[in-house]
C-alpha cells in the first residue's frame, strides 16, 4: 500500500516568509510525528499528533512553528515569518498506536521537505 | 526523563570486517527500534525488538536487546560497502508511548 507521503520535496523561501509542509500518513495510522532534521545532524522531535488526544507540542522550538491534523489523517506543519535557522529537512512519521505489551509502535517515514530559507 | 545514547557516533571499517554499533538507553523500556539513513534519503526501519532477550538477524546485521542492561547491539558482520549508511536507535518512553532516539552512528565502509 501507499507510505506516507509528504509535499513539497523541497521548499526554497525568503527570511521573513511563512510556510505550509504537508504530510499524508499512512492510512489507518492514528499516530503522526514531525520531526526536523539539520544537515548531518540527528531527528529533533516536534510534535506528535495521537488520534483526537491534545497534540504534544513539546517538541516546537518557538512560537513561530504550528501543526495541525484534520480529520485525523492529513496534517500540516506551518513556520511562520522563516528564519534562515529554519532550514532543515523536516520529516513526517506515522504510526499505529497500541497499548499493551504485544504491541509495537513501529514508525514509517516519508521522504522528508527539504526547507531551505535564503 | 529518557536518554537514548549511541557509540560510537562515527565508524570508518574496511570490507569483511566485524563491529558493533551501542545503544544505551537511561530509563525502563522493552521496545526498541534500529533504523537506517542513506544520505540524502528518509528513515529506513531494520528492526523492531519488543522484548527482553529479543533478537533478530537481516543480512549481515544482527540486534539484539537486554532490557535489564537497557542495552542494544547492532552487529555488523562481515561488512560490505552496501551498509555504509547512519544507523539510528530509538527507545519507546512507556509513559507517553513516544520514541526517544539516538544521535545516530555514521557508517562508512571502505571496499
Known amino acids: 500500500g501507499a507510505g506516507v507521503s509528504q509535499s513539497p520535496s523541497n521548499k526554497v523561501t525568503e527570511k521573513g516568509k511563512d510556510v505550509e509542509l504537508r504530510c499524508d500518513p499512512i492510512s489507518g495510522h492514528t499516530a503522526l510525528y514531525w520531526y526536523r532534521q539539520s544537515l548531518g545532524q540527528g531527528l529533533e522531535f516536534l510534535i506528535y499528533f495521537q488520534g483526537n488526544s491534545a497534540p504534544d507540542k513539546s517538541g516546537l522550538p518557538s512560537d513561530r512553528f504550528s501543526a495541525e491534523r484534520t480529520g485525523g489523517s492529513v496534517s500540516t506543519l506551518t513556520i511562520q515569518r522563516t528564519q534562515q535557522e529554519d532550514s532543515a529537512v523536516y520529516l513526517c512519521?506515522?504510526?499505529?498506536?497500541?497499548?499493551?505489551?504485544?504491541?509495537?509502535?513501529?514508525?514509517?517515514f516519508g521522504p522528508g521537505t527539504r526547507l531551505t530559507v535564503t | 526523563e529518557l536518554k537514548v545514547e549511541q557509540n560510537p557516533l562515527f565508524l570508518s571499517m574496511q570490507e569483511g570486517k566485524n563491529y558493533t554499533i551501542y545503544c544505551n538507553y537511561s530509563t525502563t523500556s522493552d521496545r526498541l527500534y534500529w533504523y537506517r539513513q542513506d544520505p540524502g534519503k528518509s528513515l529506513e526501519s531494520l528492526f523492531v525488538l519488543l522484548s527482553n532477550g529479543a533478537v533478530k538477524q537481516e543480512g549481515r546485521l544482527m540486534a539484539s536487546l537486554d532490557t535489564k542492561a537497557r542495552l542494544s547491539t547492532l552487529h555488523i558482520t562481515a561488512a560490505v560497502h552496501d551498509l555504509s549508511a547512519t544507523y539510528f536507535c530509538?527507545?519507546?518512553?512507556?509513559?507517553?508511548?513516544?520514541?526517544?532516539w539516538g544521535a545516530g552512528t555514521k557508517l562508512i565502509i571502505k571496499p
Open positions: 512519521a506515522s504510526s499505529l498506536f497500541f497499548r499493551g505489551s504485544t504491541g509495537g509502535y513501529e514508525q514509517y
Open positions: 530509538a527507545v519507546v518512553m512507556d509513559s507517553n508511548y513516544q520514541l526517544i
